[in-house]
């Protein structure tokens, strides 16, 4: 008497991870990336535009060389300056002021920053901020990668209003060196300039 057999195997071909699998991992992604934003305006951005009715900051990733260090003794040190002696940011108008921000590995490097999401949700986030501070943002805060300076548009602001841009563009940056010789660097940042109204905030 022959042994019966039993049904044949079923096999399956291989699936994609089920969708909750998936949409937990982009939740996961856009909440660090949301953290790392949040970080960069807590630390860097919104202690220089509070009570400041213009603010022009230029961030600069540590892997962009040319703005980020003088020589290799002062691109080891453990807390890198804002600027240092002698150097100038140029190009912009006058009125700007622009200060000179250097960033740390844990920020991020260039391609992180130029990424359009990322962006995307640094103007986001700091509209949000600058909505926290009693102003209202006039739109639309504009986000580019590479394009040309343009300043916002320079329609007065009324008394709690507001006018944002992030992009990322060349920056110029002019040094001295010790022996008063001028020396012109240039380099791709994360360029921020927040204006506001005179009066959107108690001084």
Excluded at 10 to 20: G, I, L, N, S
């Amino acid at each position: 008497m022959s042994a019966s057999k039993g049904p044949p195997a079923t096999t399956f071909p291989d699936a994609p991870p089920p969708p909750y699998t998936e949409s937990l991992t982009s939740s996961q992604s856009a909440l660090s990336l949301g953290r790392r934003v949040n970080a960069l305006i807590s630390t860097h951005i919104l202690p220089h535009i509070t009570n400041k009715p213009t603010t022009t900051l230029v961030l600069v990733p540590f892997d962009v060389t040319p703005l980020f260090a003088q020589s290799a003794d002062e691109s080891s040190k453990d807390a890198t300056p804002l600027a240092y002696s002698g150097e100038k940011l140029v190009g912009f108008d006058s009125d700007e002021q622009p200060l000179l921000i250097r960033l740390s590995d844990a920020a991020g490097g260039l391609e992180f920053w130029r990424t359009p999401a990322v962006l995307r949700e640094l103007t986001s986030q700091l509209n949000q901020t600058v909505r926290s501070m009693s102003y209202w943002v006039v739109p639309k805060a504009e986000s580019s990668v590479g394009g040309e300076w343009r300043s916002a548009d320079k329609m007065p602001l009324a008394n709690g209003q507001a006018r944002l841009l992030v992009e990322v563009k060349e920056v110029c940056l002019r040094i001295e060196n010790d022996m008063g010789l001028y020396e012109t660097r240039s380099g791709m940042a994360v360029v921020v300039c927040v204006e506001l109204g005179c009066d959107g905030m108690d001084a």
